[in-house]
């Protein structure tokens, strides 16, 4: 009667633990979606808008250099594997949320490629923001008073966002940090719009 209780308490853990699983699963990226990203990004080639950090021992590809990618991994919290210099190999961990969704992947695809020639963004940069601005962005610069979508293009999106209110400006505080130096980190800081320091 006591192997039999505890058999039957077994099953029902494992049904449990079995369906909510399948739920998991069940809220991820749809097959029909998974076509399209793998149409949309397999391939293609671009440009490193950040670090990327291999899951494994293959180390690091640095910023602004072409890769192709040649794999999205679209399940638990998503990578992609692309194909570098000397045709090395490095998947880089994405950390997306559960349930995964098409338009977080594509958004973290966004932060961390450009899918354009870096002379193409020069000089749509150029257009934009005028020649001392687009050669900042150019060679990953600032300076004071530099636009804050432009500083965002030149350093890249940070790991974190802090913003405070002081009076009526409102001043934000972006970190960047290091994966290959733990422990290091760069700072920028931004008022209404204009940036104000930085440290390196």
Known sequence: MG?????????????????AAKNIIGKDIPI?????????YLGKTAWTRSLLLDIGPEGF???????????LDLHWSGAVTVEGPDRRRLRQALDLERPLTMSAFEEK????????????????????YGKKTAKAIYNHELFKGMKRDAALESW???????????GERLQEQWIYRDPRQKGKKRYLYITDGLVDSWEE
């Open 61 to 71: 590809i640095d910023r602004d250099v072409e890769i192709k990618i040649v794999g």
């Open 109 to 128: 695809m966004k932060r961390l490629f450009w899918f354009k020639h870096p002379d193409y963004r020069y000089r749509m940069n150029l257009r934009s």
């Open 32 to 40: 029909e979606e998974m076509d399209q990203l793998n149409e949309e």
């Open 156 to 166: 890249g999106f940070p790991d974190e966002m802090n913003s405070t209110d002081v």
């Open 3 to 19: 192997k039999r209780s505890i058999v039957l308490a077994l099953i029902a853990v494992i049904a449990f633990y079995g369906c």
